[in-house]
């Protein structure tokens, strides 16, 4: 099938079919639909069912008598869940924390160690040879419209994010396990093995992966997943919310899974939870602080005091898994000599930018290793520190002089040490990353040229082999807790669009084979070890720093727990004081 | 029909009346002492050019000029049927414009308003003064469209202003003036913008109306023609001041002011064709700095020692005055 | 008459699939391409080729122009790339948001505008005709964003936490959480309070700008003879105001009327990123953004039918008002 037929097949009727569908509903003698049905066939047949369910489970499962239990706890946040709750093909921070912890179920998740604990799979068996993974699942959870979840949901889910039909953004993933079908095995209706090369972090995907509903999206062609209306408009999960209604870039509506097994703590605690897009941060602000959202996600550094200072709301702050580096283009001649970039980065004064930009809410970055990651130890790794007259030294070592008198170092050859740094439109904190690099890095005798480009364009410009059109680029890249910067830095992935800083270095390429395969935590620290000194030698990047994020909650919500795990991580224990209803 | 006017009684009696603007270049004395009366029945011309005082004083008469920067000076008295118009209340003037007191402009086509049908403004003062109704002032309308000499009434009633001509929009601007029988119709140039065949058809109207509706008119123009053909007396202003009074006949026969004889003297003659205009020199002063003196005394031809003192009407006889030292009472 | 509109609409038929062509060829000759922002490790080329013939992105442009034309002919403005929907269904949803608050703005705008512009014209040189210039003119040279803000931290923040005050408004949000469990008394004044700040970002900025045309038109239609004849008819001020002057003043705010029902449907995407309101504005800037083709195109050339369709009625507005204005 192809696009055009799927458009023709789904050209209904508008609001129209809405009603019709609503009198239709009526007219069927059940009880009046409650939650709105979008006028598309897929939703106008799924959503009944769950309507009907979650009433029914209401009845079966009344609400304890404790006053926790009640209210509507609201969340904003600048950006729509992209993609929303289909697990195949979203990438969004947001959307893929509301299908882990909201909406869907995942096989694993972390305790505060970050140790895999049972979820969805409430027993994990690991094969000798560490080549399968065999997770038994719980019998007691059940889809939204009433289906049970069993292994065909799992199975299902594997083969559609391994193949490359569906386009899963984060295929890096499965790397190492045996693709599709063959690689995951039913063994009965809750047992299910995955088979894998041993590699270190086996796990962790199944961590972030939320498990699809295979009797609602078994039969649609993987290439369609994208587009199906199942992610945005009439999700299906299994977890401890349940989808209500959506509005394009307005909100989200979730109700409390009557059903959710009591071993995992049951019914949450709240009503209903709403996932408010509200696109500009004062107004972000103001809304928390007139109590009219309850959590306000994403929080500018600028902003923290304001919340501080608030009574009736607490700043919650964890270093997050994101980091911001300017990339370099080794391509480039300019910055083809890894001192030229060591030099950099002795010229930058990253502490103090870090302060500046973000009020000290983020610390400074090394490399790709998160500092709250079991992989990072400050004391093994040789760090760069700010010293521009060792980078003026290393600069001329390298060949670099001011020969005209101008300010700027020339080669040999005259050519100038001029660099364009880009970086995109509408974000505040890279255009100061780019502003405040120029102003340091004169000192020392390099010209960099600060340029926003619009978001698309600057992809298409970082991205495409053939292009590679710019010197350095100011970025965001979010870690998994597994770690793999393959496709950042290994040389046989040099032509694919992730390869802007054009790395081609032997020891990292070994080292970045050798900790893919590293099973035991402890032999991998001394890779990670040597890992990290390598890549500061490298100097692909210059890493600046990995920011806090930062939350502000209102005091009447309780039994918030945020980390690096996620915003959403405890959104099932959430309460809402009884005191201040 | 009005009720009978009393044909000689004083129905509109201007004293002294001074009618000074404030500008930013300083007090402009456009109206500077100004007196006359107007009588039953009658029709008193104002003759004079541009710029000497005749249309500012025909507005004050109703208090129709904006009171700043105009202002009616202390002392000034206009009274109409013995009542005081100069400090009277709004409530009072408003009472008696278009209702007892009517007035015409000169340019018919934008003193009516575009976007409303003729036959709804013609109607506005009856329902104002009156109090008639929708369809009653409609029907008073084509009766005074038809009075006016407008044909097909029914029709033009409910046209708009720019589906007629401009001899047709002065006749609307005539019915609407007496659509509420005024003892007194003031008209400022109501023919200057006008053809020359219709402006004869327009004067006319204008003393036939007159007659058969027994009112006074008080006419404001430049052209000594029209004065000739509807005035009984005239009075001629120069610079804000009455420079000579007289009936119609006195003023043509015998001028006595050098100003009016230069008036008189500029006026072709049929039967003198190919004779050159004669004009009188210069132009009129600034009303902010009027000359000392006689204020006509640099365009006169008989300018002497005599002019350099302000001058005085002089009378001359009942209903007649000049302002000269030269004229002998 | 009926003739002059049916040549306009005629006339317009050329003009509105001249307009889509050149939105077509911008859009699709832009750089970036909707596939690239999913572009991430691990999606082969293979994927990527499939995702463009997916999106019909494919096929050379001038096909892709000749099947695009056609669709849209029949009413099929295509599957948008982001929200998973028909265009038409996307459009349909956001309009009636964008409506609400345009029709909002505009009446306010207009109504206090003509208003004060009338006031200063009838009272002009008084003590409030300065006073209200100097407003006026604060309310024209402020960026309406910026105005947002203010209102924002005035009439939100600072009125509930700072000044106590009994009545404060919603900061964001067309309407509250709980907003299906009020009474369908509660549920109007909900929609009521939600659109009051924004409403009054666009329409202070809007009113000051009627406001000083009023004013001009008003001063220029008072110096008229009419004016005066209606004086001299003994009509009383108000009357001669707002019976004679006002109508022929407000014609060329007509002008004005018809250059702004564009916006009806445009909106404006400042004022709906700040207050968080799901419009028109937000969801084309999104799709461009998104490179999410349909959607831009769809939107572009539907807010540029309405300009052309927003001059006719402007000018037949103009012919219904001035009785001197007949079209043949």
Known sequence: MDMKTLTEGRRMGRQLLFVGALTAMAACGSEPVQRPIPGVAFCQEVLPAVEAYVAQARQANPVPDDPRYGGTAVLGSIGELADGMNAAVSSDYSATQHQQFVNLMTLIDYDENLEPRPYLAERVEIAEDNTSVTFHLRQDVFWHDGEQTTADDVAFTYEVVTNPLTAFPNAAYWDRYVQGSEGVEIIDDFTVRIHMEPHAEFLDPFRSLGILPEHLLGDVPPQELKQHPFGTQCPVGNGPFVFYSHSAQDRWVFEANPAFPEALGGRPFLDRYIYRVIPEQTTLLTELLTQNIDVYSGVAPDQAQRILDDANTELVDFPSRQYVFVGWNARRLQLADPRVRRAIAMGTDRERIVEAILQGYGTVAHSSVPPFHWAFDEGRIETIEYDPEEAAALLEEAGWTDRDGDGVRENAEGVSLSISVKYNQGNQQRQDVAEIMQSQLADIGVEVQPQVVEWATLLQDINTPELRNFDGVVMGWVVEFKLDDMDLFHSDRIDQPFAWSGTENPAIDRLLVELGTAVDRNMARELWAEYQNVLIEEQPYLFFYFPSRLIGVSSRLENVTMDQRGVWLSARDWYIDPASR | ?329 | MTQYVLRRLLGAIPLVLGIATIIFFLVNLAPGDPTLLLLSPGVTDEVIQQMRENFGLDQPVHIRYVKWIGAMLTGDFGYSFTHSRPVADVLMDFLPNTLILSASALLVAFLFGIVLGTIQAVRQYSAMDSSLSVVLLFFYSMPSFWLALMLILTMSLYARNVWGLPIYFPASGMMSTDYEFLSAGGKLVDRVKHLVLPTLSLALVLMAGIARYMRGSMLEVVRQDFVRTAHAKGLPERTVVFKHALRNALLPIITLVGLYIPFLFSGTVFIETIFAWPGMGRLIVEAIFQRDYPVVMAGAFFFATMVVVANLVADLLYAVVDPRIRYE
């Not at chain 2, 206009?78 to 009277?88: C, D, N, T, Y």
């Not at chain 2, 023919?191 to 509706?213: G, K, M, P, W, Y």
């Not at chain 2, 001028?255 to 004779?275: A, C, F």
């Open chain 2, 1 to 329: 029909m009005s009720d009978a006017q009393t044909a000689g009684a004083s129905l509109l009696a201007v004293s002294d009346l001074r009618t000074w603007f404030h500008t930013d270049q300083g007090v402009a004395r456009a109206v500077d002492g100004v007196s006359f009366e107007v009588r039953g029945r009658e029709t008193l011309g104002i003759v004079g050019e541009s710029g000497c005082g005749k249309t500012v004083t025909s507005l004050s008469v109703l208090g129709l000029l904006p009171q700043p920067p105009a202002k009616i000076q202390e002392g000034s008295s206009i009274r109409f049927e013995g009542e005081e118009l100069v400090g009277a209340s709004t409530k009072r003037m408003r009472a008696l414009r278009g209702n007892e007191i009517s007035m015409i402009f000169q340019e018919p086509m934008s003193s009516l308003n575009p976007v409303y049908k003729v036959g709804d403004q013609i109607g506005e003062a009856l329902r104002l003064h009156r109090g008639m109704n929708k369809r009653a002032s409609r029907a008073e309308a084509v009766r005074l469209l038809t009075e006016v000499g407008i044909p097909e009434p029914d029709r033009r009633v409910d046209e708009y202003p720019h589906q007629l001509s401009g001899g047709m929009r002065q006749r609307v601007m005539i019915a609407m003036a007496l659509s509420c029988e005024p003892q007194l119709l003031i008209a400022d140039e109501p023919t200057t913008a006008l053809d020359v065949t219709i402006q004869a058809q327009i004067l006319e109207l204008l003393a036939s109306l007159r007659d058969s509706h027994g009112m006074a008119v008080l006419l404001i123009t430049h052209d000594l023609g029209v004065v000739a053909e509807v005035c009984d007396r005239v009075v001629v202003m120069y610079a804000g001041q009455v420079v000579e009074t007289g009936t119609v006949h006195e003023i043509f026969q015998d001028p006595q002011h050098p100003y009016t004889r230069g008036l008189l003297d500029s006026l072709p003659s049929v039967d003198d064709p190919g004779q050159r205009l004669r004009s009188i020199p210069g132009t009129v002063p600034n009303p902010i700095a009027w000359p000392h003196g006689c204020r006509f005394k640099d365009r006169c031809s008989l300018a002497g020692p005599g002019c350099e003192k302000p001058q005085d009407l002089v009378e001359l006889g009942v209903d007649r005055a000049a302002r000269c030292w030269r004229v002998e009472s």
